[in-house]
């Protein structure tokens, strides 16, 4: 079965600039979450997506990230535009519907983003 | 809200048993479950306690006490590729996200 896929695994912008994040989760998974990993913290859960509707984006800063889960299978993170602060691990995990019971996610390899 | 405190960082030598806690602040969760992230990769799960109580998974066992706002994670026979951050996490009742604990990097040596 093959795992979560994102691309790029790295990327380097000036802040101000825009980018963009892409996330194929496993075959079925009902569940999609985007999470930000700061250096030395856990992640934070930016928006989850059950199918192609949003669950809770409460703590996604909304002035300059955007999200969307077209179809209800691989789904894109924006930035625009970017700040010093964003530099961060962008993790995408997605679950089934029975492993969401016992807080099974699979993650992704994630991105790495470096805002100069 | 949620928080989970971990301690930062634990050290211990191959062949040790090694505990790592998560102390927790919470007004409902469902349950308390453990992943595992090695230097730049993506965390990995590794237990869910649903109930309070000891579950094994081989070297690994994980505690949870609902009465004590308390759980750990056990690792026994430790190995060099057990050197790795582990996290703890729950997930909130009211708003059905997973909250991360503050992460512990367990170092292991020979």
């Known amino acids: 079965e093959a795992g979560v896929a994102q691309s790029p695994r790295y990327k380097i912008i000036e802040k101000r600039q825009s980018v963009a994040f892409w996330c194929n989760p496993i075959s079925g998974h009902a569940t999609l979450y985007w999470y930000q990993q700061i250096l030395g913290q856990g992640p934070k859960l930016l928006i989850q997506?059950?199918?192609?509707?949003?669950?809770?984006d409460s703590q996604l800063p909304k002035d300059r990230f955007s999200a969307e889960r077209l179809k209800g299978v691989d789904s894109t993170l924006k930035i625009q535009p970017a700040k010093l602060e964003d530099s961060a691990v962008y993790l995408c995990a997605s679950s089934d519907t029975a492993e969401f019971l016992t807080d099974t996610q699979y993650f992704g390899p994630g991105t790495r983003l470096t805002v100069l | 809200g949620q928080s989970l405190e971990q301690p930062s960082e634990v050290t211990a030598v191959e062949g040790a048993i090694v505990q790592i806690n998560c102390t927790y602040q919470t007004s409902g969760f469902y349950g308390l479950s453990w992943y595992q992230q090695h230097d730049g990769g993506a965390p990995t799960f590794l237990s869910y306690n649903g109930l309070d109580g000891l579950e094994e998974t081989g070297r690994f066992s994980s505690f949870l006490s609902r009465s004590d706002s308390y759980g750990y994670l056990l690792l026994q026979e430790l190995q060099m590729k057990d050197s790795a951050s582990y996290f703890c996490?729950?997930?909130?009742?009211?708003?059905?996200?997973?909250?991360f604990g503050t992460g512990t990097r367990l170092q292991v040596f020979p």
């Open positions: 997506f059950q199918n192609n509707g949003v669950v809770d």
């Open positions: 996490a729950v997930r909130d009742r009211g708003t059905d996200k997973l909250i």
